[in-house]
């Protein structure tokens, strides 16, 4: 069983440059939510995607953006890579949004920017 | 912004021993859930509480949300090896957001 998938696991970035984490699930879930994971910080939202065709903003959205590409893929773009930006990236889906409903991770895309 | 507190945010215990961990709040949850890191992993959830007061239990831990629905413990008994990770608690405003603590960082040694 697949669950989540992200792609790829590690990533090196120079400051400046661009790249897009890709995430996919197969459990038929509505929603999707991209979360950046610091030391001490926790998980925080990025962006999330409740239904197919709807994004929208989370805590930490400066910097990033989304697009969710159907049902099952969802993506998070950079830009303009920060190193403020280097962290651990994960991606998750749920049935539905938030509401109690459990939220399947991915295993994360380990992302540093020099 | 709705804020979620971890206490401790490290721990290291000798296995069979008991350890209870805290996540606190100054704002009401509607639910709140219990998620199990492991390195290089996502977290995985281990319970969602909804009813204030609430005790959930899932084998050796057991899990309790306050009466007023702004804190949770989560007590651990007789800790094992397989118990090691960062243990994450999340908090949910009725559908409006979805906020994580900073974790506690569990090592049972062997």
């Known amino acids: 069983n697949a669950g989540v998938t992200q792609t790829p696991k590690f990533q090196v970035l120079k400051t400046g440059q661009s790249m897009t984490l890709q995430c996919a699930q197969d459990?038929?879930?509505?929603?999707m939510y991209w979360y950046r994971q610091d030391p001490g910080m926790g998980l925080r939202l990025i962006y999330y995607?409740?239904?197919?065709?709807?994004?929208d903003k989370g805590e930490v959205p400066n910097g990033y953006n989304v697009s969710r590409l159907n049902k099952r893929e969802f993506s998070l773009r950079l830009e303009s890579a920060a190193p403020s930006q280097t962290s651990v990236y994960f991606c998750?889906?749920?049935?539905?949004?938030?509401?109690?409903?459990?939220?399947?991770f991915g295993d994360g895309t380990r992302l540093s920017i020099l | 912004t709705q804020l979620l507190e971890q206490s401790p945010q490290f721990l290291s215990i000798q296995e069979g021993e008991n350890l209870t961990v805290y996540c606190n709040s100054s704002?009401?949850?509607?639910?709140l859930q219990w998620y199990r890191q492991e390195p290089g992993e996502g977290p995985v959830l281990l319970v969602t509480?909804?009813?204030?007061?609430e005790v959930k239990k899932l084998k050796r831990l057991t899990f309790q949300f306050g009466d007023a629905r702004k804190d949770s413990s989560l007590h651990i008994t007789a800790a094992q090896p397989g118990d090691t990770g960062l243990y994450l608690c999340?908090?949910?405003?009725?559908?409006?957001?979805?906020?994580f603590g900073p974790g506690t960082r569990l090592s049972v040694l062997p």
């Open positions: 999340a908090g949910e405003n009725y559908g409006q957001n979805f906020v």
């Open positions: 459990m038929n879930h509505n929603s």
């Open positions: 995607s409740a239904s197919e065709g709807t994004t």
């Open positions: 509480v909804v009813t204030g007061g």
């Open positions: 998750a889906s749920s049935h539905d949004p938030f509401l109690n409903q459990p939220q399947h």
């Open positions: 704002s009401v949850f509607s639910s």
